[in-house]
Structure formats: C-alpha cells, structure tokens
C-alpha cells in the first residue's frame, strides 16, 4: 500500500516562502508522474503544478506560473513544491498525487495534505 505524505506546510506572511515536500512510503515511484493540488475552503480542488517522473517535463496553473517551481530528487524519492512570493489566495490544503502516465490521465495516488496560511 502506498501512501504520499506531505510536510512542509504552514502559516506565513505574504510575499514570504514556504516548501512543500511528497515522499511515497510502501515503494519509491521515480517513473510516476508527480502533482500538486489545492483545495481552498469553499472550493473545489484545483491543479497547481506536475512534474514528469524524468523531471524533464513540467506544468503549472497559471495562478503560479513564475512564483511557484516543482522539482524531484529520485534519489530521494521526493517531490517539493517551492512556493514563493506567496499571496493570500494561495491560502488552500495543498496535496501531493502520483500517476504512473505523463501526461497524467489518472492520479493513482493521493497525500492527506498540508495546511499552507498566508496572511495578508
């Protein structure tokens, strides 16, 4: 059984940083395709940013073009999402997922989530 977990979250000031990491326990999944998502308090789930399981190939929402970069470390078998010049509509539950495709069709696997706050 795997399990995405993500770490990472928290509260800060607009304009300010934060990282968010994905680490798979259960078995590494270096050719998966690997995606962030948020979920905003009244919204629906929305894309944010994916990587190719190469690393090779990235995607991100327009909302975080320019601010937000994804990378992977396969070694370490973990994603990260760089978040900078953050704003207070980035205020959501930010969740990793894992599909084996790129471009992904289906997420095969989801995190529970990390809170990210940020304050105006």
């Known amino acids: 059984q795997v399990q995405l977990v993500e770490s990472g979250g928290g509260l800060v000031q607009a304009g300010g940083s934060l990282r968010l990491s994905c680490a798979p326990s259960g078995r590494t999944l270096r050719t998966y395709t690997m995606g962030w998502f948020r979920q905003a308090p009244g919204k629906e789930r929305e894309f944010v940013a994916r990587?190719?399981?190469?690393?090779?190939?990235?995607n991100y929402a327009d909302s975080v073009k320019g601010r937000f970069t994804i990378s992977r470390d396969n070694a370490k078998n973990t994603a990260v999402l760089q978040m900078n010049s953050l704003k207070p509509e980035d205020t959501a539950v930010y969740y990793c997922?894992?599909?084996?495709?790129?471009?992904?069709?289906?997420?095969?696997?989801w995190g529970q989530g990390t809170r990210v706050t940020v304050s105006s």
């Open positions: 997922a894992a599909s084996p495709n790129w471009p992904p069709r289906n997420y095969e696997y």
């Open positions: 990587i190719s399981g190469n690393g090779i190939f990235t």
